[in-house]
């Protein structure tokens, strides 16, 4: 069904927006595994990182598994497009964490708009 210029798939304006896989290579001690997300790479300094209290940091468990696909996998992770720094920290069976390992990414889900105009003509 075609409204105003778009496309609807089962009733939203389709796009499409690229997923994105955070992955990392298994730890043999660890039994989870804590993801941490900040657009400020900075929150990761020793000096300023609380674990899951630090300020601008949101954070996921993942247990029985390397990897996330987001956003289907953590809905909460931030929408606002940018750069985001990503922290992995292993998790024992007490609850021990290891630092985290740190990488970053762009990130954007949201699709950019369509030609304003457009057609089809016979030459």
Do not use: C, H
Not at 2 to 18: A, C, N, T, W
Request: aromatic share 12%.
């Amino acid at each position: 069904m075609k409204v105003s210029g778009k496309y609807e798939r089962g009733g939203r304006v389709m796009g499409l927006i690229r997923k994105r896989r955070i992955w990392w290579e298994p730890v043999p001690e660890a039994t989870s595994y804590m993801i941490y997300v900040s657009k400020d790479g900075g929150s990761f300094d020793p000096n300023r990182f609380s674990w899951e209290a630090t300020p601008g940091v949101v954070s996921k468990p993942i247990a029985g598994k390397t990897e996330i696909i987001i956003p289907d996998e953590w809905p909460e992770f931030p929408a606002e497009p940018g750069t985001y720094y990503v922290g992995i920290a292993s998790r024992d069976e007490v609850g021990n964490q290891s630092d985290p390992f740190l990488s970053s990414g762009p990130f954007k889900f949201i699709a950019p708009p369509p030609p304003p105009t457009g057609g089809v003509e016979s030459l």
